[in-house]
């Protein structure tokens, strides 16, 4: 395929997160992606305000029904089936709007780089893919609860709730940060010395924080984790735990 793929970090939820380099690629595009997911409305919402506050250049914008993963099988096959089935959505779309090439643009809930498949996905279609980077929900969430990623010259292991509940703490790392977890992995780990800082829908107006020691803090973090689903359907979370060293 001829056209250039841009995959544009926008941040976990603000559309003020926006950098300005973020804003020039948007601009430059001739052809704008918005995937719709059924189950989370408010994520393809946040990139119509984003485009209609940024995107000043003309440019096609096509919204489309994401695939949807199937569940019943391994883990790793059926998300290789879901990118296979997302890349043929791409490749229908590019080909029906851009059929001479051009530039491609793609929003990206926090960064393309970090746990996301946006990268994977656009090397099944040998598409030619730039990155523009964005503010990851990792980022929002220190910010939000002052606090550094690491302890003085400690290590940080960044992990998923699936992986945390598999493996258990990692060996050597002092501090945790949880990504894409089902919910409450966190329980899973001994909590003796352990303080975590828990952020849900970051960077939203209905954006919750939780910060404490682990043993105190679980009960709050689970309440205020299904008091937003119940609230909107879903919930994004993300969070950072510190052991306590001797």
Not at 15 to 26: E, G
Not at 117 to 146: D, F, M, N, W
Not at 163 to 178: F, K, Q
Request: net charge neutral; with cysteine.
């Amino acid at each position: 395929m001829s056209a250039r793929l841009n995959l544009i970090g926008i941040g976990s939820g603000n559309p003020a997160h926006l950098t300005l380099a973020a804003i020039d690629t948007l601009n430059r595009a001739d052809l704008i992606l918005v995937p719709r997911k059924e189950d989370k409305p408010a994520l393809a919402d946040l990139r119509r305000e984003i485009l209609a506050r940024h995107l000043k250049a003309p440019a096609k914008i096509v919204e489309f029904d994401l695939p949807k993963r199937g569940g019943d099988g391994d883990y790793l096959a059926d998300v290789a089936l879901w990118h296979d089935a997302i890349a043929a959505r791409w490749a229908e779309l590019i080909a029906a709007h851009l059929p001479k090439g051009g530039e491609v643009a793609l929003l990206v809930w926090g960064d393309p780089s970090l746990y996301d498949s946006s990268l994977r996905i656009a090397a099944r279609l040998g598409l030619k893919a730039r990155v523009e980077p964005g503010i990851t929900s990792l980022q929002v969430l220190t910010a939000a609860h002052c606090v550094p990623l690491n302890g003085l010259g400690g290590a940080v292991w960044l992990t998923t709730g699936r992986r945390l509940r598999a493996d258990g703490w990692p060996a050597g790392a002092e501090s945790v940060a949880v990504m894409l977890d089902a919910g409450g992995a966190f329980q899973s780990v001994d909590p003796a010395g352990v303080t975590i800082w828990w952020g849900g829908c970051l960077g939203m107006a209905e954006q919750r924080l939780v910060s404490g020691k682990l043993s105190l803090a679980s009960a709050e973090i689970i309440e205020a984790r299904r008091a937003l689903k119940a609230q909107l359907g879903w919930v994004m979370d993300i969070y950072l735990m510190r052991r306590e060293t001797p």
